[in-house]
């Protein structure tokens, strides 16, 4: 019984272990929210950017939007302790404001650069994205690139369908969705990860408790025997 449960003990050590090691990555998605804007409205999206790492800070966030997608208006809101810098990219045929002025370019990525710590480890940022008119689909992803202070990267580019769980998806939102609408997806594998930890330590306490108890056990009977061996070795009186 007693190797019996250590072999629990291990089982449940070993997955627990593994499952805090891989939960980090789940913990760590970028996720992306809209305010609601459907499609041809102007919305405000924001990102929001964690570190997970352990020993480094997230130092650069850079956001990219697809080809295939032509925003014709992205306004980015400041951040305290970050610089930001856009890109372009030409259009044509060119889109038209409100007034009838023609617009030749959009913005293709958004980069927000770290003047101070960055993000540091256990802490989060969000940036935002006054953008519009949104275009006449479901989602919008939005590819973002995460670089820490260790110059390593994280690139959140992988498509998410429905279902699927890819290990660094693109962030997006859905149009026209309530802002409590979240991509980013991965919410399960931090749950698993938490429950084979609690289930390894309920596992560890019953392993120590049945330790103890054979233990206890044990050392009966040879107390028991101990004492009779002294008696018969003591001198009879008379």
Known sequence: MLRYLLRIVGAFSVSAVVAVLVSPSAAA???????????????????????????AATTKVEVRIP????????????????????????????????????????????????????ILPGQFVEFGLDAGPMPESATLAL????????G????????????????????????????????????LLPVIA????????VALALGVFAIDRAARRSAAPNAATSEASSAASEPSTT
Do not use: M, N
């Open 29 to 55: 998605h970028i996720d992306a929210y809209l305010d609601g804007a459907g499609p041809g409205e102007f919305g405000l999206i924001t990102l929001r950017v964690p570190t997970e790492s352990g020993t």
């Open 67 to 118: 080809d295939d997608v032509q925003l014709r208006t992205v306004l980015v809101q400041p951040v305290p302790g970050w610089q930001v810098a856009s890109t372009k990219r030409k259009i044509d045929p060119p889109l038209y404001k409100d007034d009838g002025t023609p617009v030749h370019e959009v913005v293709s990525s958004v980069t927000w650069t770290a003047t101070g710590p960055g």
């Open 143 to 150: 590819p973002t690139v995460q670089t820490f202070s260790d």
């Open 152 to 187: 390593t990267a994280d690139e959140w580019t992988q498509p998410a369908p429905e279902g699927s769980d890819p290990e660094f998806p693109a962030p997006s939102v859905t149009i026209g969705a309530a802002p409590a609408a979240a991509s980013g997806g991965g919410d």
């Open 194 to 201: 938490w429950t084979a930890l609690g289930l390894s330590v």
